[in-house]
């Protein structure tokens, strides 16, 4: 799996977890283990040089100085290199212990660019390092020499953040978006979860929501002409009706494509489709399974050969609370592995694609696709194309495109003049026509669909309206409205509200209640990962001893940890801090804890069920 395992160290706690994790590797694949240390013995003799100004006076006679000078060097030199002896023999014991082969590299210099420079002049397959060194904080992310070196080491880094051992069942995540280096990753997540016997589960996630907030602001800074000349209404409806299905089912491909490849492999595969921020719901799939390890690629399919670490991994890479595996070797599945994640097509419906503008061709098979899918055509044909592009392209347009029908067109119109909207049970996804055999999104069975009329009648309770960019209103119910408004953060709020629109539009429906907006507010609100206990002990202990603090005590301290984190434990913690003022009192204890949350459960209550009638 792995012939040369590189395991920089510094003995400091997670570069020990490291190390241990890099012999298990190695253990599987019958790796050599690499161990390395970097002093700066250069960097200290210039820093002595630039404090000698600064010594006693009885240091500064030259006869004097020049011992110094000699003994420093000396002490120094020796000293950082008896240390870097050191940490490689506790290396080489620990290996040899494990029966696995082990060489040692004794590095001088600044120790990012040591490592750095040594990564790139030898063959290793991987490097395993800390997330954090010697310098940590409790605000500490990721360590500085770690970033250095992960942006410029163009191999496999494994960077290890957790500190205890998960238990055997704890999965493999890896996360797909159709690059090269994404099932490269794929690729070295199979290879360890067979050989780990780990459960392996792949993420595929992708944003349908982002144009919609681009739109929003787009509307107050472009002049009629320019809303004109963008068309904002056919902007949106070929992004509701084309692309955004179409990036759901380009998603959904990567995670059959590796379905397949697993099952050819003899390893098992948990899938799933994530729709939101990619980064955001990486990092929600991550606190929620507890990985031994999350895979993906440096860069992902937007990264250009320039870039160093792509944005999701650069975020991950700081806010995943779970070792990361960034990969850096490429891999592309077989293009028969591909082709069988597609639909086939007839030769007369192949050549009318082709006559297609190069620009429109793409979007044109995927509305084309989506179709077919969902109509449970596994062969698409010419009337497959004229169904398909008549729901998105008026005859006329189809002409001028040169995708247009050559037969003649019947008299009597295809699809019955009244057309019902079927709305997915478990993705925004809406098909209008007949009853889909399935969505073409989630895979959901098209039975579950729901005739949805395109707009609800509107009820007691109607708050606002809110016209979007291009002209469509929609009606808020206000304890929807309300509910939304309880989100304190302008952003997260004004982000939440976007989401909820765009898939109130996509199911055809013009008002939003709480049926709908709870959900979906839900997933908005901000979620974070739990702090160190000793980090937020030590952190509630600092806020206790400054006059005229709340103290807790540590069973409600403990009862607070218990609530969820993020915004909820953020809004427990104000409640029961603002009940223990109202009784003036100084001190949290437990009882007065479930008094606080008792009460901000109230609250939530009210916000979600809205006025009481």
């Known amino acids: 799996m792995f012939r040369h395992i590189y395991v920089p160290f510094d003995n400091s706690e997670h570069s ?61 030199t020796s000293g950082l290199e008896l240390i870097t002896d050191s940490y490689l023999r506790v290396m080489r014991q620990r290996c040899e212990s494990a029966g696995v082969p082990f060489r040692g590299v004794s590095l001088e210099g600044r120790n990012w ?21 010697l310098g940590r904080t409790v605000q500490s992310l990721v360590g500085t020499v770690c970033e250095r070196v992960v942006r410029r080491a163009r191999r496999d880094v494994l960077v290890v953040r957790r500190t205890e ?57 472009l002049t009629a002409e320019a809303r004109e000349l963008f068309k904002f209404e056919q902007q949106e409806r070929l992004h509701e009706e084309i692309i955004d299905s179409g990036l759901a089912k380009i998603y959904r491909s ?17 899938s799933r489709l994530l729709d939101g921020k990619p980064a955001e719901k990486l990092l929600q799939c991550a606190r929620e399974l507890r990985p031994w390890l999350m895979v993906l690629g440096r860069t992902g399919v937007h990264g250009g050969g320039e870039l160093d670490l792509g944005g999701v991994a650069e975020q991950l890479l700081r806010l995943a609370p779970c070792n990361l595996l960034l990969a850096a070797r490429e891999l592309q599945p077989p293009a028969e592995r591909i082709a069988e ?18 620009q429109v061709r793409g979007i044109a098979m995927a509305a084309i696709q989506r179709y077919a899918v969902a109509e449970g055509h596994t ?36 699809t019955p003049s009244l057309q019902l909207a079927y709305a997915c049970p478990a993705c925004p996804y809406v098909h209008k026509g007949q009853r889909p055999s399935r969505c073409p999104v989630c895979g959901a069975r098209g039975s579950g669909f729901q005739v949805v009329s395109g707009a609800k009648p509107s009820a007691e309770g109607a708050g606002r309206t809110v016209t979007a960019f291009d002209g469509v209103a929609l009606s808020w119910r206000e304890e929807a409205w309300r509910l939304l408004e309880a989100i304190p953060d ?7 509200q976007h989401r909820i629109e765009k898939t109130a539009r996509s199911k055809g429906l013009r008002e939003v209640d709480l049926e709908l907006a709870r959900p979906l507010l839900a997933e908005s609100l901000p979620s974070r990962p739990a702090p160190d206990a000793a980090a937020e002990g030590a952190a509630m202990a600092d806020h206790s001893a400054r006059p005229g603090a ?61 006025p009481k009638r």
């Open 490 to 496: 302008y952003f997260l709020r004004k982000r939440a």
């Open 165 to 221: 051992p998960l238990p055997a069942d704890a999965p493999i995540v890896v996360c797909l978006d159709g690059s090269r280096q994404a099932w490269g990753g794929f690729e070295l997540a199979m290879l360890l979860a067979r050989h780990c016997a780990r459960p392996l589960v792949a993420v595929a996630a992708f944003d349908p929501y982002f144009h919609y907030t681009l739109f929003d602001a787009l509307k107050s800074a």
């Open 113 to 133: 660019q040591a490592l750095t420079s040594d990564i790139a002049a030898e063959d290793y397959d991987l490097v395993v390092m800390g997330a954090l060194g």
């Open 254 to 270: 990567h995670l059959d494509i590796a379905a397949g490849l697993a099952g050819e492999a003899g390893v098992a595969l948990e």
């Open 16 to 76: 020990q977890w490291a190390l241990e994790l890099g012999i298990e590797l190695a253990r599987l694949g019958e790796s050599t283990l690499v161990g390395s240390h970097v002093y700066a013995a250069k960097l200290h003799d210039w820093r002595f040089r630039a404090l000698e100004s600064g010594l006693p006076e009885a240091y500064r006679q030259e006869r004097e100085l020049e011992r110094q000078r000699v003994v420093h060097d000396s002490l120094i």
């Open 550 to 610: 709340l103290r807790w005590t540590s069973e409600a301290l403990e009862r607070l940890g218990r609530a969820p984190e993020g915004y909820m434990r953020e809004q427990a913690q104000a409640s029961i801090e603002a009940h223990a003022s109202a009784t003036g009192t100084s001190t949290i204890t437990l009882e007065l804890a479930e008094a606080g949350m008792a009460r901000a459960r109230e609250r939530m209550l009210e916000a979600l069920e809205g």
């Open 341 to 358: 994640s597609t639909t086939a097509w007839s030769d007369e419906a192949r050549a009318r694609l082709d006559k297609a503008p190069p």
């Open 379 to 414: 062969m698409i044909t010419s009337s497959v194309v004229d169904a398909a592009l008549a729901q998105i392209l008026p005859p006329a347009a189809q002409v001028a495109m040169g995708i247009g029908s050559s037969t003649p067109r019947r008299t009597e119109p295809l």
